[in-house]
């Protein structure tokens, strides 16, 4: 296989997170400059870059159907595809939730868990960046460790939120609202560690 083609699924990959990473971002901006009438707007917004983000996963199945031979093995590269794209769905799915439960106002700790988020998809290009050299690369093992650190701080910021929530707020409208975002902000986390634990099974196999 020529290295133009090899490189190519790595490039994909890297391609992929970094529409994550823009998603991230943009959800960042609009938690911490809310403003409930221009939701709709910004969730098209976000939504085209969700669209970017399956196109180029597209872009890799229709190579990897006529590849004859790939760089690791097919099943991988489908994982890691669909494990990729998973993330930049599921920082859309927090900003359906503020807009479909009509969000007024931002909650400080929805505003440290986005920031999180945005630490896991910068580390995840950082991994994916270097995922080409992984038999000879010595800094994957600290991306992942750090990505499984990120969504450690995730999980205690998401159990601390929902107490705080379910403690302080006597709406029940509210509770139900943002007990839905917090669940899908962690799972952003979550998203970007699965990633990473899938990146980690194709070294193990491969060296």
Not at 170 to 195: F, G, N
Request: hydrophobic share 40%; net charge negative.
């Amino acid at each position: 296989m020529s290295k133009k083609q090899d490189s190519f699924y790595y490039e994909n990959f890297s391609a992929c997170v970094g529409y994550a990473c823009q998603a991230a971002h943009y959800l960042e901006d609009v938690l911490k400059d809310f403003d409930p009438e221009r939701l709709h707007s910004m969730l098209d917004e976000l939504h085209q870059v969700e669209h970017a983000a399956d196109e180029k996963k597209h872009e890799l199945s229709n190579v990897l159907a006529r590849a004859f031979i790939t760089p690791i093995e097919r099943e991988d590269i489908i994982l890691l595809s669909q494990s990729i794209d998973e993330i930049t769905d599921k920082i859309e799915d927090v900003m359906l939730r503020l807009y479909c439960n009509n969000i007024q106002s931002i909650r400080p700790d929805a505003i440290e868990l986005g920031a999180v988020l945005i630490g896991c998809c910068e580390e995840l290009q950082r991994l994916l960046d270097e995922f080409s050299d992984f038999r000879r690369s010595k800094k994957i093992r600290e991306y992942i460790i750090h990505i499984n650190t990120l969504e450690e701080q995730a999980d205690r910021l998401f159990i601390d939120s929902m107490r705080l929530l379910h403690t302080s707020c006597q709406d029940p409208l509210t509770v139900i609202s943002w007990r839905e975002i917090y669940i899908y902000l962690e799972k952003c986390a979550d998203a970007c560690e699965h990633v990473a634990d899938a990146v980690e099974s194709v070294i193990m196999k491969n060296t």
